[in-house]
């Protein structure tokens, strides 16, 4: 009997090449699956249904795992304001895990002997697959053909011609990852860090001049509605925010940071819901949340961003982070209006149940209900102790 491959296929030449290779040269039973996070549109996943087939695979799936995502990542990045280095949505090393796991499962349901991926061994993404099969399927032969022969494109193109599968693989001057948490951009001026990138760039372009209002509605911490109208599906609502958004070029940003594997790698991207819905977001938590609510929650959220780009999904520690985030969402309830303009937005104010600015103690800058002119100088006074104990032993320090 042919031995099954399970090849993680997203419909480039990396995975085309290692689906025709596997079947022609080496008789694998190949199964291509497609693991859609949410940026593949039915015309591509009819296309690489189409183009498995024609490459040889024995079989072609399509494995849905958007709500899965959502469920169990975007969520938590939504209640923790993840933003890797302050700057990048963490998408692509997010949705890679989720494939990743999908993947795996989906070998295991075929009983297949091997698992196979288009990474190369320059990237974060060689990591990320090979980690979630060796936890779920250490059973299986992980095959690398990109990485392990260290082909060019040029010679993955070749062969593809030469055996009569003709596609436009033409390497064009960027690269692009879409997925429902914003879109990557490699490539081009990104590898001469003196540069920037051009409007041309962006697949998304500037259709809106002049400002208009949005509002975002979130129950514990969950974004429920966009401009009053109320969305059950999560997804819908991500979607609902992108489109308004994007349509003024909001969340084009550049990202510099460490990979994996120890180097510098830099990324443009556009992702205007992920900038809008936690920018909005993180305005609301500041109404609703204790202060030291916010202050360890922003810790273990940097912890958790880091963890999920460091393919680290799987340490038990996340859930105990993920419980965290959870449990600090419980007020997190209102609306938040953004004002919104070309290339950008600001925060205008929250309508909420549990505005904690709204008290009965009294009002900022105007005038005190919960305390006493006296209370607030024993009070101002008990809190210098300390600073007038060290200046009096030390009155030769200079101030």
């Known amino acids: 009997m042919k031995k099954k491959v399970v090849v993680a296929f997203s419909g480039g030449l990396d995975t085309s090449y290692t689906v025709m290779y596997l079947a022609k040269e080496k008789g694998y039973e190949v199964y291509a699956a497609c693991a859609n996070t949410g940026g593949f549109s039915q015309e591509q996943l009819k296309a690489n249904e189409e183009n498995a087939y024609r490459l040889g695979a024995t079989k072609y799936v399509t494995l849905d795992v958007t709500r899965e995502y959502y469920d169990k990542s975007l969520r938590y990045m939504i209640y923790g304001n993840v933003l890797r280095n302050n700057v990048y949505p963490i998408s692509v090393s997010s949705e890679r895990i989720f494939q990743g796991m999908a993947i795996a499962r989906y070998a295991k349901e075929i009983g297949a002997d091997a698992i196979a991926h288009g990474s190369t061994g320059a990237g974060n993404d060689q990591v990320r697959f090979d980690m979630t099969f060796l936890v779920m399927c250490p059973e299986m032969e992980i095959i690398t053909l990109t990485r392990d022969s260290n082909l060019s ?14 596609a436009d693989f033409t390497k064009l001057k960027y690269s692009y990852n879409v997925g429902i948490w914003g879109t990557s951009i490699c490539g081009g001026e990104i590898l001469d860090s003196r540069q920037g990138l051009p409007d041309t ?27 009053g109208t109320r969305f059950d599906d999560p997804i819908a609502a991500i979607s609902c925010v992108e489109e308004i958004g994007a349509a003024y070029g909001i969340g084009r940003d550049m990202h510099v940071g ?25 305005f609301l938590e500041k109404y609703t949340l204790s202060k030291w609510q916010q202050y360890w929650k922003d810790q273990v959220a940097n912890w958790y961003g880091m963890f999920l780009h460091e393919s680290q999904y799987l340490e038990p520690v996340m859930r105990d982070i993920e419980a965290m985030l959870e449990s600090s969402q419980r007020y997190v309830n209102g ?5 919104l303009r070309p290339l950008g937005f600001s925060t205008v104010g929250v309508d909420s149940p549990d505005d904690l600015v709204k008290t009965k103690f009294g009002e900022y800058g105007e005038t005190q ?12 006074k008990v809190l210098s102790t300390p600073l007038r104990v060290f200046h009096t032993n030390h009155n030769d320090q200079q101030l």
Do not use: C
């Open 153 to 166: 494109r040029q010679e993955e193109v070749d062969y593809l011609n030469n055996n009569g599968f003709h």
């Open 201 to 227: 760039a962006y697949l998304k372009q500037v259709t809106k001049t002049g400002s208009e209002q949005l509002t975002l509605t979130f129950e514990q911490g969950e974004l429920k509605a966009v401009n």
């Open 258 to 282: 460490d990979t994996i594997i120890g180097i510098k790698g830099r990324v443009g991207f556009e992702a205007a819901a992920p900038m809008l819905i936690i920018g909005a977001h993180r």
């Open 335 to 339: 609306t938040v209006i953004l004002e």
């Open 369 to 380: 209900k919960g305390w006493t002119a006296e209370d607030a100088k024993g009070f101002i």
